[in-house]
């Protein structure tokens, strides 16, 4: 089961910020945020992912609120090649399989 | 380069008959996994497999099979018992230790069963 709460969808201009948020109000202690996006008809793609500290790589950042019970994906300079579903799952980070839960996510429309 | 391959990207099939979805990676991955996808849905889990010549059942399995002869290969059979099969079918794999969740897709089979 979903552990997750996403927006439906929503829209960004290109060339601006774009803020996912997440909510995941039951995460326990051993359970990490991970960000994962699908372009329509291909494979998801692993974005970031985060315990509770913020992170930040080559695609995005990860803003994980202080009591883990929300997050944020943040893509600084939305591209029009950006638009896509956005994943959020949280997951106990090695276990026994390292099971990952997709919901149906947000789609993302960056628009020129 | 290394990857997921998964072919064909488009197939069809007649009702009633079997069909194999081939899925391999070069990445040196233990785990591998098949998920299904339906429109405007997330992925479902159909088997994974943790090691060669090991597999387990996910939350869709009945109507499916696989096997997991080699590290390489992971085929996905969808057998005439699969009530509705025409579907979006995703394999990834993992390194499948304890210290990693990212999995890595391929592109995908989009299965059609007329």
């Given amino acids: 089961d979903a552990k997750t709460t996403q927006p439906t969808s929503m829209d960004c201009a290109e060339g601006r910020a774009a803020n996912l948020p997440c909510n995941h109000s039951t995460i326990s202690g051993n359970e990490y945020v991970y960000w994962y996006r699908q372009i329509h008809s291909q494979g998801p793609q692993y974005i970031i992912h985060g315990l509770k500290n913020n992170e930040t790589n080559e695609m995005a950042s990860l803003i994980i609120t202080e009591d883990r019970k929300s997050s944020t994906l943040i893509l600084p300079h939305a591209t029009l090649r950006d638009t896509a579903v956005y994943y959020c799952i949280v997951t106990s980070r090695g276990s026994t399989l390292g099971r990952l839960y997709f919901g149906r996510g947000t789609q993302l429309t960056v628009w020129p | ?114």
């Fill in chain 2, 1 to 114: 380069d290394g990857g997921i391959t998964q072919s064909p990207k488009y197939l069809f099939r007649k009702e009633g008959q079997n069909v194999t979805l081939s899925c391999e990676q070069n990445l040196n991955h233990d785990a591998m996994y098949w998920y299904r996808q339906d429109p405007g849905q997330g992925l479902r889990l159909i088997y994974y497999s943790q090691i060669v010549n090991d597999f387990q059942k996910g939350d869709i399995a009945e109507g499916y099979s696989v096997s997991r002869e080699k590290k390489e290969s992971f085929p996905l059979t969808v057998t005439s018992a699969q009530k509705n099969p025409t579907a979006f079918y995703l394999c990834a794999s993992s390194r499948g230790d304890r210290g990693t969740n990212e999995q890595f897709f391929g592109p995908g089979t989009r299965l059609t069963v007329l």
